[in-house]
T-cell receptor
Framework: DGGITQSPKYLFRKEGQNVTLSCEQN?????MYWYRQDPGQGLRLIYY???????QKGDIAEGYSVSREKKESFPLTVTSAQKNPTAFYLC????????????????FGEGSRLTVL | AQKITQTQPGMFVQEKEAVTLDCTYD???????LFWYKQPSSGEMIFLIY??????QNATEGRYSLNFQKARKSANLVISASQLGDSAMYFC??????????????FGTGTRLTIIP
């Protein structure tokens, strides 16, 4: 079945460590996104990528890094520079709006919950 | 810049009653799209309904309808005949027009809906 797979589902990290969250999609979507969710704050955009080898900062990119070497994959690294990394992280994908088809809805993975000890 | 406002942090509704979740938005784009997502306690994001800014009719999907009032910049979600399984967080979101680069969604802070038996 087509969809988005995020791993791991739960991750514990010690302060000062970098961690990488995996996101893979088989929907053949061009655009991919990382959102962060904190209680009571909704979803905030960290990074997004519209094509391979290109990505843009979102609203809260500081302390995070991404890569887009393949269309199917968009891993997120939470670096030690991120001051408060404990959160729920959601990866999503969508079609290219310029194609003129569809609504542009985002398809989400099941999320990764990161806890810093 | 786009902004979504959801002013109801939480709502309690009796089973089988209808419920309206409020959403107002702000954008300078003449073309845009509005979305509602449901997030159960498991964390997954479930797409419910979409409204395009140029759509003449209010969107409907089964028990969900979107009360779109463009002049008031309002996009309220109406759930008819609520069920216990409707208990979840609900997010309103928007994107820009059908142009490359407008795919990312801006989310509101959400409303936690609890259905009472």
């Amino acid at each position: 079945d087509g969809g988005i797979t995020q791993s791991p589902k739960y991750l514990f990290r010690k302060e000062g460590q970098n961690v990488t969250l995996s996101c893979e999609q088989n929907l053949n979507h061009d655009a991919m996104y990382w959102y962060r969710q904190d209680p009571g704050q909704g979803l905030r955009l960290i990074y997004y990528s519209q094509i391979v080898n290109d990505f843009q900062k979102g609203d809260i990119a500081e302390g995070y890094s991404v890569s887009r070497e393949k269309k199917e994959s968009f891993p997120l690294t939470v670096t030690s520079a991120q001051k408060n990394p404990t959160a729920f992280y959601l990866c999503a994908s969508s079609i290219d709006l310029a194609s003129g088809s569809g609504t542009g809805e985002l398809f989400f993975g099941e999320g990764s919950r990161l806890t810093v000890l | 810049a786009q902004k979504i406002t959801q002013t109801q942090p939480g709502m309690f509704v009796q089973e089988k009653e209808a419920v309206t979740l409020d959403c107002t938005y702000d954008t300078s784009d003449p073309s845009y799209g509005l979305f509602w997502y449901k997030q159960p306690s498991s964390g997954e994001m479930i797409f419910l309904i979409y409204q395009g800014s140029y759509d003449q009719q209010n969107a409907t999907e089964g028990r969900y309808s979107l009360n779109f009032q463009k002049a008031r910049k309002s996009a309220n979600l109406v759930i008819s005949a609520s069920q216990l399984g409707d208990s979840a967080m609900y997010f309103c979101a928007m994107r820009g027009g059908y142009n490359f680069g407008n795919e990312k969604l801006t989310f509101g802070t959400g409303t936690r809906l609890t259905i009472i038996p």
